[in-house]
């Protein structure tokens, strides 16, 4: 099957700096891109669509001055969680479509801690 | 907008055990309907899905059937083991594909000897 990589799987940062989270499409070309973010115990909440080339779609609420994305290849999408404060931590997925049935395929996640 | 409902957990059962996670959805037209499986410190997996009206997705002995009549697309398995134990996610599409899905807020499933 297709696979997905994340990457860091983790990261703790301190309150005020910006964190990057890369998502890889390893087999295939992934001309969209959906990321999620994950409370404890809770279900997935997506924030943004992003189409490579274009500007990401954001979800209602989620600033996306503060989570920036970059999708500027067929294999790569960016997340940049900027001036990370302790309520960004939380656990964010990334998914990868391009298939075509559509199929997302998930990477493993990476969990955010901001101090 | 489109949702689904899923059955509410945490769930305990004992091995070989029969399951049963609700899962319900409103969406306008056809949707695609999938289970997606958590387990513990990992990523989702698409565990089974079905695209059209009565198909029966399955997958590691785990089954559902896309009800149109009912809209529902609930999980079973016959016989649970301690591997089973995770998160479980009910999960729509619209019909256009590389659409985003839309989830379930997820059944923790644990299972014991």
């Known amino acids: 099957g297709a696979v997905v990589s994340q990457h860091p799987s983790w990261v703790i940062c301190k309150s005020g700096t910006s964190v990057k989270i890369e998502c890889r499409s390893l087999d295939f070309q992934a001309t969209t891109m959906f990321w999620y973010r994950q409370f404890p115990k809770q279900s997935l909440m997506l924030m943004a669509t992003?189409?490579?080339?274009?500007?990401?779609?954001?979800e209602q609420g989620v600033e996306k001055d503060k989570f920036l994305i970059n999708h500027a290849s067929l294999t790569l999408s960016t997340l940049t969680v900027t001036s990370a404060h302790p309520e960004d931590s939380s656990f964010y997925i990334c998914s990868a479509a391009g298939t075509s049935d559509g199929e997302q395929f998930f990477g493993p996640g990476t969990r955010l801690t901001v101090l | 907008g489109d949702s689904v409902t899923q059955m509410e957990g945490p769930v305990t059962l004992s091995e070989e055990a029969f399951l049963t996670i609700n899962c319900t959805y409103t969406?306008?037209?056809?949707?695609?309907l999938f289970w997606y499986v958590q387990y513990p410190g990992e990523g989702l997996q698409l565990l089974l899905k079905a695209t059209k009206a009565d198909d029966k997705g399955s997958n590691k002995g785990f089954e559902a059937t896309y009800r149109k009549e009912t809209t529902s697309f609930h999980l079973e398995k016959g016989s649970v083991q301690v591997s089973d134990s995770a998160v479980y996610f009910c999960?729509?599409?619209?019909?256009?594909?590389?659409?985003?899905?839309?989830f379930g807020t997820g059944t923790r499933l644990t299972i014991i000897p």
């Open positions: 999960a729509l599409q619209g019909i256009w594909g590389n659409e985003k899905l839309t």
């Open positions: 992003s189409n490579e080339g274009s500007k990401a779609t954001y």
């Open positions: 969406a306008t037209g056809y949707p695609s």
